[in-house]
T-cell receptor
């Protein structure tokens, strides 16, 4: 079975500092995609960043970047210069061959002013 | 930027009643999905729909659930006889030929 694990239920960071959210996954597939989604209190699912498994280069979107370690099956999200608006639940998700997303249990990120 | 639209944003229904949750996917997308998130829990796959038929469904998607694409633009999820445990956020999503999912803003279903 394909699984996604987020081992940090909650994280906090001082405003303007950097925080890293962890995610590991398990699959026997060779072709897959990995995502980080942000879910603010409104509960909308907002795509933050995505990574194709065949790409060695880590994806970056402004203040958000990933550390993709394919051999270790690790996919962490780094948020630089944290802002108050970054406070939310963050879900790691994977898209394996069967085309449905598998989500982790989420990490609640708190930004301390 | 194209959006997936879901209505209503919040629905309250009595246990045993039927509800229909509506979604308008992005117009040129081909694959449609429903996901569910019970409060405080992770997002779970319910069903995928392609070429006017269900392509995959989870064990959650039992006989009380059905999906339909009645008119080529709407994509609906029907829950025939709601139970208290059906209270959740329901997300519709669509994608085109690539792997990029677009989620709707969700419908919060409360069963009382």
């Amino acid at each position: 079975a394909q699984t996604v694990t987020q081992s940090q239920p909650e994280m906090s960071v001082q405003e303007a500092e950097t925080v890293t959210l962890s995610c590991t996954y398990d699959t026997s597939e060779s072709d897959y995609y990995l995502f980080w989604y942000k879910q603010p209190p409104s509960r909308q699912m907002i795509l933050v960043i995505r990574q194709e498994a065949y790409k060695q280069q880590n994806a970056t979107e402004n203040r958000f970047s990933v550390n993709f370690q394919k051999a270790a099956k690790s996919f962490s999200l780094k948020i630089s210069d944290s802002q108050l608006g970054d406070a939310a639940m963050y879900f790691c998700a994977s898209l394996f061959g069967n085309e449905k997303l598998t989500f982790g249990t989420g990490t609640r990120l708190t930004i301390i002013p | 930027e194209p959006e997936v639209t879901q209505t209503p944003s919040h629905q309250v229904t009595q246990m045993g009643q039927e509800v229909i949750l509506r979604c308008v996917p992005i117009s040129n997308h081909l694959y449609f999905y429903w996901y569910r998130q019970i409060l405080g829990q992770k997002v779970e796959f319910l069903v995928s729909f392609y070429n006017n038929e269900i392509s995959e469904k989870s064990e959650i998607f039992d006989d009380q659930f059905s999906v339909e694409r009645p008119d080529g633009s709407n994509f609906t999820l029907k829950i025939r006889s709601t139970k208290l445990e059906d209270s959740a956020m329901y997300f519709c999503a669509s994608r085109g030929t690539g792997r990029g999912y677009t989620f709707g803003s969700g419908t919060r279903l409360t069963v009382v």
